[in-house]
């Protein structure tokens, strides 16, 4: 039988759990950015915003799609299963 972990080794850990932790939150966050930002360009667009702010969205959205590359969002196996078995509705007439 193993012995418990020592809170001293569990508190080691904790910077790095904590930092791999907010990598994944800001690689998320700029993975979702990089899908969300072309709408502002249709919206800088259409208001007639200014070049630079254009060129800034721009800018952005390659930040975003650098930083946010590695991220997979995740989706339950649940809502596979249920969006494989339900009927598309096209040839149920």
Do not use: K
């Amino acid at each position: 039988m193993s012995r418990p972990e020592p809170a001293l080794q569990r508190l080691g850990r904790l910077p790095a759990v904590v930092f791999g932790r907010f990598v994944a939150a800001v690689e998320a966050a700029a993975f979702w950015g990089s899908i969300l930002l072309p709408l502002g360009y249709l919206a800088a667009l259409a208001l007639d915003g200014p070049l630079v702010v254009i060129v800034a969205l721009i800018g952005a959205n390659v930040v975003c799609l650098l930083v946010g590359h590695r991220h997979q969002p995740r989706i339950d196996a649940s809502v596979l299963a249920s969006m494989a078995t339900e009927p598309t509705g096209e040839g149920d007439r």
